[in-house]
């Protein structure tokens, strides 16, 4: 059983940063995919980056240039920085971890960009 816990979120004005953390329950990175998702109120919950064990990240669209994801073994955290924040980047952020049919998320943290 994997436990995944974030924490980082908070108010931030627009153009802001913020840098998201997601303690795992052990060395998960060198199995599972680990990943960022957020989901605003009223939509559908969307995937921001994705890190496999070994290769490349993935970014969507709407993040790309902006966050960053990244992780330390070491300390079996994920972090997700997230720059130039805008207004409908308003939601709450979940880390997740995945490998075949096994997947986990953690409770989700808020982050609300607003003036």
């Known amino acids: 059983q994997v436990q995944l816990v974030e924490s980082g979120g908070g108010l931030v004005q627009p153009g802001g940063s913020l840098r998201l953390s997601c303690a795992a329950s052990g060395n998960i990175f060198l199995f599972y995919t680990t990943g960022w998702y957020r989901q605003a109120p009223g939509k559908q919950r969307e995937v921001l980056a994705t890190m496999p064990p070994r290769g490349n990240t993935n970014y969507a669209e709407a993040v790309k240039g902006r966050f960053i994801i990244s992780r330390d073994t070491t300390k079996y955290t994920l972090y997700l920085q997230m720059n130039s924040l805008k207004p409908e980047d308003t939601a709450v952020y979940y880390c997740?971890?995945?490998?075949?049919?096994?997947?986990?998320w953690g409770q989700g943290t808020q982050v609300t960009v607003s003036s």
């Open positions: 997740n971890a995945y490998l075949g049919n096994q997947n986990y």
